[in-house]
């Protein structure tokens, strides 16, 4: 959960949450995660596959924005990294899914 205080008065104190789509900018966290506008509660949306982020090392960045409910509103972010740890949940895979050999009858040598 992340939290941000605005000093100011009225308006400008209605602090929301957001984080922004930069998919373009590789994207892992923005897929999976959400912010709720008011108390700010993370949670993860869809769950991460070690294998496809962009980082080798599984550290993920994400970024919330919190900005107030001014007429000008100010913006402030914060940069949150986690660790994806990989679990073993891909199959080893034979090279060819059947194979035939023939034995000779009595053949010890095969």
Same mark, same amino acid.
């Given at each position: +959960? ?8 009225? @308006? $400008?104190? $209605? ?14 966290? @923005?897929? =999976?995660?959400?912010? =709720?506008?008011?108390?700010?509660t993370? &949670?993860?949306? +869809?769950?991460f596959?070690?294998e ?6 599984? &550290? ?20 949150i ?9 891909i199959?080893?895979?034979? +090279? @060819?899914? &059947? ?6 009858? $009595?053949?010890? $040598?095969?």
């Amino acid at each position: +959960q992340v939290s941000a205080t605005d000093v100011d008065t009225k @308006e $400008n104190t $209605n602090i929301r949450f957001y984080i922004p789509n930069t998919m373009s900018g590789g994207g892992d966290a @923005e897929r =999976h995660f959400a912010v =709720h506008p008011t108390n700010g509660t993370i &949670t993860l949306v +869809q769950p991460f596959d070690f294998e496809s982020l962009s980082s080798s090392d599984g &550290t993920v960045e994400l970024v919330v924005f919190a900005s107030d409910g001014g007429e000008e509103t100010a913006d402030v972010s914060i940069s949150i990294f986690f660790k994806v740890i990989d679990v073993n949940d891909i199959r080893p895979l034979f +090279q @060819e899914p &059947t194979r035939s050999i023939a034995v000779l009858e $009595n053949d010890t $040598n095969t």
